[in-house]
């Protein structure tokens, strides 16, 4: 239980880093309201965010910002930046973001494509946006549900086919596992809770289980801790 806890931290930590901020900046009336130009989108995905990408600065993404962030997310040029497009989708909640989220994961994992033809690795940006993914879709699952359903199908994924240097195999579908239960956790949605009672009661993975309990505690904590 304690080895659960501690990596509930890490997820939860890492789900910090990558942008979870005072909800009640996001909803902030007043001139920062407006919608981020396109100029602006790109500016926010391409910087470097030491304290995690300004949650209150994505949810401003406008229809054209985030048809300009799709775009980006083709572009193999753009590919440092692709953890962070795909969580500002997710936050702005855009038309289109989940479809583009998804397209990315089926495009970038599935496929060859990404993947050196001798090793099967994939490189260092595409693993840092599988990472970010399941983050990505908790952030957009108050306004989208599929977000919720595609969270709760990485319990039953296959292992991945791909490696990141000595992540392979059942390290990977570990990884993928715990990020999406604490990207479920954070959304503290009744259907994505229940998706976490349903893993809690499996039976099957006591591991998994015992953290699936950790990063809810976790994530009740932080939300008794954030102003509303």
């Known amino acids: 239980m304690a080895r659960a806890r501690v990596l509930a931290v890490c997820l939860l930590l890492m789900a910090v880093s990558v942008g979870i901020v005072d ?8 001139p920062q309201s407006r919608a981020l130009t396109v100029a602006e989108t790109e500016a926010l995905v391409r910087a470097v965010h030491y304290e995690g990408l300004p949650e209150e600065e994505a949810a401003r993404i406008g229809a054209d910002g985030a048809a300009r962030l799709v775009e980006m997310l083709g572009d193999p040029d753009e590919k440092s ?16 973001a989940y479809e583009a989220i998804r397209d990315f994961s089926e495009r970038a994992f599935v496929p060859a494509a990404e993947r050196d033809s001798a090793t099967g690795e994939i490189d260092r940006d595409t693993f840092r946006a599988w990472q970010i993914l399941p983050f990505a879709l908790g952030k957009l699952a108050p306004r989208d549900p599929r977000a919720v359903t595609s969270l709760a199908e990485c319990f039953d994924a296959a292992t991945p086919s791909w490696r990141f240097r000595h992540f392979d195999g059942p390290r990977l579908q570990s990884l993928e596992r715990r990020a999406a239960a604490a990207a479920l956790a954070e959304t503290a949605l009744p259907e994505a809770l229940r998706v976490l009672d349903g893993i809690e009661r499996r039976g099957v993975d006591p591991d ?6 950790a990063v809810r505690v976790e994530a009740q904590a932080r939300a008794a801790e954030t102003p509303q």
């Not at 909800?23 to 007043?30: D, L, P, T, V």
């Open 23 to 30: 909800r009640a900046a996001a909803q902030s009336g007043g």
């Open 208 to 213: 998994l289980e015992d953290y699936v309990r």
């Open 81 to 96: 930046n692709h953890g962070r497009i795909l969580l500002a989708l997710g936050i702005s909640g855009a038309e289109g």
